[in-house]
Each structure stands twice: as C-alpha cells, then as structure tokens.
C-alpha cells in the first residue's frame, strides 16, 4: 500500500469515528423521541420510536450505505461516501459532517413522529 493510500485509509477511518461521535452528540441533546444511538465498529444505528436509521461504512474506504426503516417495513435504502476533505456525501449531495449528523438526528425523529419520510438526504444548512 503507498503512503497516500495509507493516509486517506486512516483519514476515513478517523472521519468515520467523528461523525459516530457527532451522531451521539446531537441524538443525546436531541428533543422528544429522543433517539437511542448504538454504535459498534463500522455500523451505527439510530433508534426512535418504530424508526430505524442504520449505517454502515468501510472505514478503509470510507464508502457505505444507510437504511431507514420503521418496524417489520423494508424501508429506503441509499449510498454515502466519506471524502478526504473531511465531508460526506450522501446518495450525491456532499455535506459537512456536523450539517450531515444533525440533518439525519431529524431525520429519523420526524420519521418516528410521522412514519412518511421519502429520504434522510439532508437538506442545506
């Protein structure tokens, strides 16, 4: 593996750990139904009411997926890519990772509340 290769592994493995960190973060300061947030090596589940977002990222490669679900449904599924400058884009539309982590807090919360969201891409700030 060269050195640049080895540099953006270890930048999206990093990327990876701080937007977990930052999910945490807003879940926790987050209002009624407060999203329950687990997270274990390269998934992170985000929890409220009957609503369920997953991601999942391959913190080599900083390429993942999401899945928003509620119960027994199959849900919406989409793509997401961390890049080295320290952003994430999400089914194609590049974000910050603060900007990203509270948009998609909301995301499943209003998903939990009225069960009709069609995407978790996040709006611009």
């Known amino acids: 593996m060269s050195a640049a290769a080895s540099e953006d592994t270890m930048i999206c493995a990093?990327?990876?750990?701080?937007f977990c960190s930052l999910v945490r973060a807003y879940a926790s300061v987050n209002a009624d139904p407060?999203?329950?947030?687990?997270?274990?090596?390269?998934?992170?589940?985000?929890?409220?009411?009957?609503?369920?977002?997953?991601?999942?990222?391959n913190p080599e490669t900083g390429a993942?997926?999401?899945?928003?679900s509620f119960g027994d449904e199959p849900g919406i599924r989409g793509e997401l890519q961390f890049l080295a400058e320290g952003r994430i884009?999400?089914?194609g539309k590049a974000l910050d990772l603060d900007h990203a982590?509270?948009?998609?807090?909301?995301?499943?919360?209003?998903?939990?509340?009225?069960?009709?969201?069609?995407?978790?891409?996040?709006?611009?700030?």
């Open 89 to 91: 884009v999400i089914d």
């Open 101 to 125: 982590a509270i948009d998609l807090i909301a995301r499943v919360t209003k998903a939990a509340l009225h069960r009709g969201t069609t995407s978790v891409v996040p709006t611009e700030s």
């Open 14 to 18: 990093e990327l990876w750990q701080s």
């Open 64 to 68: 993942g997926n999401w899945r928003l």
């Open 34 to 57: 407060s999203p329950q947030v687990e997270a274990n090596g390269d998934v992170i589940r985000v929890t409220a009411g009957t609503a369920s977002l997953q991601m999942r990222c």
